[in-house]
């Protein structure tokens, strides 16, 4: 009694697969393959690159740019420009000394404006007061004071301006500078000298009623108050 209905079953398989073989061969599709709309398998994780910085954005961990103007120290054309309203001329010869102190010495961090007199024939002394600039500090009266020692012309007095180098506080400024304090170089009227301490220099920057001449030898010490006593 089973055999027949297996046999009937074995035969309904057979021709419901030939029916969908021929189904698939007349719309051309492969019966073999998934059908259009199944879900494709998902893709493999990719890592993910950084991102790019932005374009002109400094790389992370790169040194600062180079070539930024210094803000602590003051450029020819500021003293140029400084030093033609506090003589109250515009002169070449000034604008020549000034660059041959930069050419020398580089930019100042700070400059003195002030007046100073003197007087000697053989031996005399040297008093003057004027203010300190320094940037981003209130300007400082200062004093100084010294000995002039050399061949000098008679007494005068002048108004001087004095390129600071190197000075890292104010009160470094109160001690005495030596060096030659004549005009070392001199141009149209305005003559400059050099004076130092350990790595601090002051280059006085005069013009006044007559042209000093000759090499005077000697220090000016500076001090935060007037005082007599150049020593």
Do not use: C
């Amino acid at each position: 009694m089973i055999a027949p209905f297996v046999r009937l079953a074995a035969v309904l398989v057979i021709l419901g697969a030939t029916i969908t073989l021929a189904r698939a061969q007349s719309d051309g599709s492969d019966p073999y393959t998934l059908p259009s709309n199944a879900s494709p398998a998902p893709a493999a994780a990719q890592p993910i690159a950084p991102a790019a910085p932005a374009q002109g954005a400094p790389a992370q961990g790169a040194p600062p740019a180079q070539g930024a103007p210094n803000s602590s120290t003051y450029s020819s054309a500021e003293i140029l420009k400084t030093g033609h309203h506090f003589f109250g001329s515009i002169s070449g010869g000034l604008a020549t000394v000034i660059e041959q102190a930069f050419a020398k010495y580089g930019e100042p961090n700070g400059y003195i404006l002030g007046q100073e007199a003197t007087g000697a024939l053989f031996g005399g002394l040297r008093y003057g007061e004027g203010d300190l600039y320094l940037q981003g500090q209130p300007a400082q009266h200062v004093f100084w004071q010294g000995p002039s020692l050399g061949f000098d012309l008679g007494g005068d007095g002048a108004r001087v301006m004095m390129l600071v180098y190197r000075l890292p506080s104010i009160d470094t400024l109160f001690q005495r500078f030596v060096g030659v304090s004549g005009s070392a170089y001199v141009v149209g009227g305005f003559g400059m000298t050099l004076l130092a301490v350990n790595t601090t220099y002051v280059a006085p920057i005069r013009s006044g009623v007559g042209l000093r001449l000759g090499i005077n030898l000697g220090y000016l010490k500076f001090t935060p108050q007037a005082t007599w006593n150049p020593f």
